[in-house]
């Protein structure tokens, strides 16, 4: 019996499109693209990287959680792991790595991570938020970005993890990994240099030697050292959480800060709602997802929504599209504070959905909150400016006016 949704006999082609969504004018706004990428079907071929593509969210979900059809083992990147000779960095033992063998790596990360012990960090992040505040308060012009999501994420983050930091180094190898997973472009080519210089002291930063006791990262180790995971894999989870922890939460309370202060009456529901505060991060990162596009690869000739793909092909999810997507959110491209975002795919969904997605919300609650308690009014004071990378929608600057109590 053949297996449900890979029948092409009465597919169509993918419709193909000639724009290269890794143009720098398309990673600076990317939703014209998306809206042409939806409009063309459940899938489109992308001509420039000759892949598929999906940007609506009835497709990015099926992509994320069917795994039979679409694998995660040729790499969450536009370069397939699988092929001989490919340019590519070891695979992820958590992101790339298909039920039933991730499901017992899983286990292990969400024993460390369950809510128990992600609420032991919240008074400590509370101080932190707090303490932070009032020293912007001092400021009052201020970059939300360095001065506000880098600031609080590089504290309370780190002291979470148990690992050492250096902030030049932290942000060269994040451009470097979430460059690495588009083409072999001119920013992939400026965030590999960039991140050259540190990268011996990022991987001895990972091993056991050099993490901090009571940390994820030593507990990742001690469930290494019980054989509750295989030799060597603690280093290489330890990688992943720092990798793709710090860069996404500030690139998600970067926007979130900058929906808040384009409308001042954002603001002031927000402080007369003020339990509504993880409802502002979801919905700031529903409209810029951070992780703006992922992959997966079809393992079998297959049909998706009435278009036939090809075995061996990657299909890219594009998730920044998926979340504005008409079809599941009433008029999506606006910012919402009462919008009930429960399953946008900013933190993935499915076996994979992010595993320091909890924590994110920890950060961002106990950021806002601090916030909200201290601060009257948030203003633009200069035009934002995003920074182009393959894979993130981020903000490089973010000028912003606190106006205290």
Not at 112 to 135: F, G, H, N, Y
Not at 195 to 213: G, I, T
Not at 283 to 292: A, D, V
């Amino acid at each position: 019996m053949q297996a449900q949704g890979t029948s092409t006999a009465a597919a169509r082609a993918a419709p193909s499109l000639p724009q290269d969504p890794y143009d720098t004018e398309i990673l600076l706004d990317p939703y014209p693209f998306h809206e042409t990428l939806r409009d063309a079907g459940p899938a489109a071929w992308i001509e420039a990287h000759q892949v598929y593509a999906v940007g609506r969210y009835e497709e990015a979900v099926t992509v994320f959680t069917d795994y039979r059809r679409f694998s995660t083992t040729g790499g969450i990147g536009l370069a397939d792991a699988r092929k001989p000779g490919a340019a590519f960095r070891p695979l992820n033992q958590l992101l790339e790595v298909d039920p039933p063998d991730h499901t017992a790596l899983r286990a292990v990360v969400n024993k460390v991570l369950s809510p128990t012990a992600v609420r032991q960090w919240r008074e400590d992040m509370k101080r932190d938020a707090e303490a932070l505040v009032e020293r912007l308060l001092d400021q009052r012009e201020v970059d939300g970005v360095e001065d506000i999501a880098e600031a609080f994420v590089f504290k309370v983050f780190v002291d979470a993890v148990g690992v050492r930091f250096d902030r030049d180094a932290i942000l060269a190898i994040g451009a470097m990994s979430f460059n690495q997973s588009g083409p072999q472009n001119a920013l992939y080519h400026q965030a590999m240099a960039r991140a050259q210089p540190y990268l011996a002291w990022f991987e001895e930063s990972q091993q056991r030697e050099h993490v901090a006791p009571g940390g994820i990262a030593e507990k990742f180790f001690l469930a290494e050292d019980a054989g509750e995971v295989k030799p060597g894999i603690a280093s290489n989870l330890v990688r992943t959480f720092v990798r793709g922890g710090m860069d996404s939460t500030i690139a998600g309370v970067g926007s979130t800060l900058l929906h808040l202060a384009r409308d001042a009456r954002d603001w002031d529901w927000l402080r007369a709602n003020p339990a509504k505060v993880r409802a502002a991060f979801e919905e700031g990162t529903r409209m810029e997802t951070p992780f703006q596009t992922t992959y997966r690869v079809t393992l079998q000739d297959c049909e998706l929504n009435g278009i036939a793909l090809e075995a061996d092909r990657k299909v890219a999810i594009f998730v920044g599209a998926a979340n504005r997507d008409p079809r599941r959110w009433p008029e999506p491209d606006r910012f919402d504070l009462k919008r009930q975002t429960v399953g946008h795919l900013a933190f993935g969904t499915g076996d994979h959905n992010c595993i320091g997605q909890m924590i994110a919300r920890l950060e961002a609650e106990s950021l806002f909150s601090a916030l909200l308690a201290k601060v009257r009014a948030i203003e633009p004071a200069g035009a934002p400016v995003w920074r182009p990378v393959n894979q993130m929608r981020t903000l490089d600057r973010l000028p912003l006016r606190l106006v205290p109590l």
